[in-house]
């Protein structure tokens, strides 16, 4: 990083990039509390398809299928489905 960005973020009070976790750290904080029984990409990125939008609503499902089994890390969200691991007392 820059060295004078990394001096001014010290200076600073709001040190608003200590908030930001990785992906993998998000991953364990659900594997805590949740089981995560499916997951799927969404979201490949494909501006000049979206140029045309009615023909890119046709075609953007297809894209997504596909691609997502040659190469998942393409996709800018992942959806997970959850389960609660957290077993409630009972009254």
């Known amino acids: 990083m ?12 709001d040190k608003y990039l200590d908030d930001y976790k990785t992906h993998a ?6 594997k805590k509390f949740f089981s995560v029984l499916r997951s799927r990409g969404y979201g ?4 000049k398809l ?4 009615p ?3 046709l075609f953007q499902p297809f894209f997504d299928f596909v691609f997502q089994k040659i190469t998942p890390e393409l996709f800018h969200d992942k959806i997970y489905l959850l ?3 957290i077993q409630e007392p009972k009254p």
């Not at 820059?2 to 009070?13: P, T």
């Not at 490949?44 to 501006?47: N, Q, R, V």
Request: without cysteine; proline residues 6%.
């Open 2 to 13: 820059n060295k004078k960005f990394i001096e001014e973020y010290e200076k600073s009070e």
């Open 25 to 30: 750290t998000y991953k364990l904080n659900f």
């Open 44 to 47: 490949l990125f494909l501006p």
């Open 50 to 53: 979206w140029k045309y939008p």
């Open 55 to 57: 023909i890119a609503r």
């Open 83 to 85: 389960q609660n691991n």
